[in-house]
């Protein structure tokens, strides 16, 4: 079954030093991978996702992923943390049973929280 | 355009009841997707449908069902409320099969369900 793990609850991270938030996974096939963040009393907004290709992949509000097949590892960074980037970070895994076929629902880590100390 | 909608925001019901919470997908997407996140559990995996179809399910019980509706709204009914089912329930919508190809999930503001 497809699963990912991230394995801190919390990372705390004084304001414009470097934000990493830790993610693992485990799919059969080629996996599709995904980062959320979801801010107070809101949904999800989506981030970055792997699906193909280069190995560092960059999204939305200067973050950026670094995707490893041999350590089976989907980090999320940021290289200088903002306060507003307090938040709780999901990352999500789909089995990549080709676009087009087999399961397309996502599952998600617990989330971890972000807190950035001004 | 308009995002994923979800209704009620809030809803309160006591034990034993039953709820319905509802669904408005982005224009065009097809698939609906629904999640529970409950304190400290993270996003559990609920429903997921297509084109009116129920297409996979999570580990949940029987008295959670729900269904698609001809333009693709969807609703989900929760029987027999228990204390433990209260949480933020999150729809997201995308378009198809081929929707995490192109860019996740849009996700809903959530319903938060209280069970009293």
């Known amino acids: 079954a497809q699963s990912v793990a991230q394995p801190e609850d919390q990372v705390n991270v004084a304001e414009g030093n470097p934000l990493t938030v830790k993610c693992t996974y485990s799919?059969?096939?080629?996996?599709?991978l995904f980062w959320y963040v979801q801010y107070p009393n809101r949904g999800l907004q989506f981030l970055l996702k792997?699906?193909?290709?280069?190995?560092l992949v960059k999204g939305s509000y200067g973050f950026e992923a670094e995707f490893n097949k041999s350590q089976t590892s989907f980090h999320l960074k940021k290289p200088s943390a903002l306060v507003s980037d307090s938040a709780l970070y999901f990352c999500a895994v789909r089995d990549g049973g080709g676009p087009f076929y087999g399961n397309n629902r996502l599952a998600f880590g617990k989330g971890n929280q972000v807190v950035v100390i001004p | 355009e308009a995002g994923v909608t979800q209704s009620p925001t809030h809803l309160i019901k006591t034990r034993g009841q039953q709820a319905t919470l509802r669904c408005s997908p982005i224009s065009g997407h097809t698939s609906v997707y629904w999640y529970q996140q409950a304190l400290g559990l993270g996003l559990q995996f609920l429903l997921w449908y297509d084109e009116g179809e129920e297409r996979n399910r999570g580990n949940f019980p029987p008295r959670f069902s729900g269904r698609q509706f001809p333009n693709y709204s969807s609703e989900l009914n929760v029987n027999a409320l228990e204390l433990e089912d209260s949480a933020l329930y999150l729809c997201a919508s995308s378009s198809g099969f081929s929707g995490t190809r192109i860019g996740g999930y849009t996700f809903g503001s959530g319903t938060r369900l209280t069970v009293v």
């Open positions: 792997y699906i193909t290709g280069d190995n």
């Open positions: 799919v059969s096939g080629n996996p599709y």
